[in-house]
């Protein structure tokens, strides 16, 4: 059994890839919406009319990945991992007339599933740029989730997200997945589920991306992740994403989310303010947040030890201009990808319902007096 470095995805050319346990294995097909297939493969002409060396290295790819790690003994997955090494030692040798090669590997077509893991994984350890990136998010979307440590592979994403890219792409193929789920040793029993996940990825990245993305799953009756999108459209707390709700063919929905829907739009529940005076100024909550922004928790996470419902003097002394900051931090949070991100980002949310809706709120009470 090849075991995982814990801050290393590889540390001499070996990918910790063949951790089987009836915890870790997930039945789960990812599946990318045919609308989009065309933006992340090159043309079958493209990919033939490579460069002789390119061509060679696929030669080199199409041999080595032809697998599924599942199906595998633990002998032959040994085997091939000494084969992905040289793969990943051959682009590391070269990495000028290489890299271009296993990029363009990754956009074919026919690209093996497991490939498209590990060969993104390769890329992205030699190229940091956006364009790589991207890539990686397009090719994790492709991948067959039942061959993979699912923990390795929404970690990319989640921090990709935070630094600003689209990971809806990522985030419909969890959502398309037959239960998925994983466990972090640090949290024990705690299971991060498909709910949890879902929240993870959508919620870590910007909601110019997240709330459309949400809004297309949420419009197809036979997604099998449409009752989430739908529960995560509640706590996008965008106009966009209120208007997708309002528009929403509810005809086949249970009368439990029609309900959700109607009252959300009618009188959305907001917290209570502090009566008396806030235990927080609005400077400590902007260091905070603004810690968390950039990824450091300890100031606000000393905050919370001294007053835990911090959010009541949030609404209070917090002003509109803070609101995109609310939401940055809010992304911290879900981003941790743990079983108690939900919970933290519940309190951000209050935090920006009462932020954004209360001025609608009262906009309306006017007009009806």
């Known amino acids: 059994m090849i075991t995982l470095d814990k801050d290393k995805l590889r540390t001499t050319g070996l990918l ?29 002409e493209q990919h033939e009319n490579l460069p002789v060396e390119c061509t060679e290295f696929q030669k080199l790819i199409d041999k080595t990945y032809d697998f599924s790690p599942s199906k595998l003994t633990e002998a032959q997955q040994a085997a091939k991992s000494a084969e992905m090494d040289v ?26 599933k497991f490939f498209l893991f590990d060969g993104s994984t390769l890329m992205t350890s030699l190229d940091k740029s956006e364009d790589a990136k991207k890539l990686l998010i397009q090719s994790y979307a492709r991948a067959d989730l039942a061959d993979i440590v699912l923990q390795n592979w929404i970690a990319p994403i989640l921090r990709f997200g935070l ?13 398309r997945g037959k239960d998925p789920y994983y466990y972090l040793p640090q949290h024990g029993t705690l299971k991060i589920n498909k709910p949890i996940g879902s929240l993870a990825i959508f919620g870590s990245m910007d909601e110019r991306f997240a709330t459309p993305a949400l809004a297309a799953i949420a419009n197809q009756r036979d997604h099998p992740g449409r009752e989430i999108a739908i529960d995560l459209l509640f706590k996008q707390v965008t106009v966009e994403a209120a208007e997708a709700l309002a528009k929403l063919d509810t005809s086949t929905l249970s ?38 922004a950039d990824d450091k928790s300890e100031t606000f996470m000393d905050l919370t030890m001294e007053v835990e419902d911090g959010e009541k003097d949030a609404i209070v002394v917090l002003q509109p201009q803070d609101v995109q900051l609310v939401r940055r931090a809010r992304r911290f949070f879900a981003s941790t990808g743990t079983p108690h991100a939900p919970e933290w980002y519940q309190s951000f949310t209050d935090i920006l319902m009462y932020m954004v809706w209360k001025p609608e709120v009262e906009k309306r009470k006017t007009k009806q007096e």
Not at 26 to 44: L, Q, Y
Not at 104 to 109: F, G, V, Y
Not at 268 to 279: A, S
């Open 16 to 44: 910790a890839i063949f951790l089987f346990s009836g915890t870790q294995m997930v039945s789960c097909r990812a599946e990318v919406p045919t609308e989009n297939t065309d933006a992340i493969m090159v043309s079958v």
């Open 163 to 175: 630094e600003g890219l689209d990971t809806s792409l990522a985030g419909d193929a969890w959502l």
């Open 255 to 292: 009368a439990s989310i029609k309900n959700k829907i109607d009252q959300f739009l009618a009188k959305p529940t907001l917290i209570q303010p502090r009566t008396g005076t806030p235990k927080t100024t609005r400077d400590q909550f902007i260091k905070a947040f603004q810690d968390l």
């Open 87 to 112: 793969v990943w030692e051959r682009v590391k040798g070269d990495q000028k007339r290489l890299l271009p090669c296993l990029m363009a590997a990754l956009r074919a077509p026919n690209a093996n």
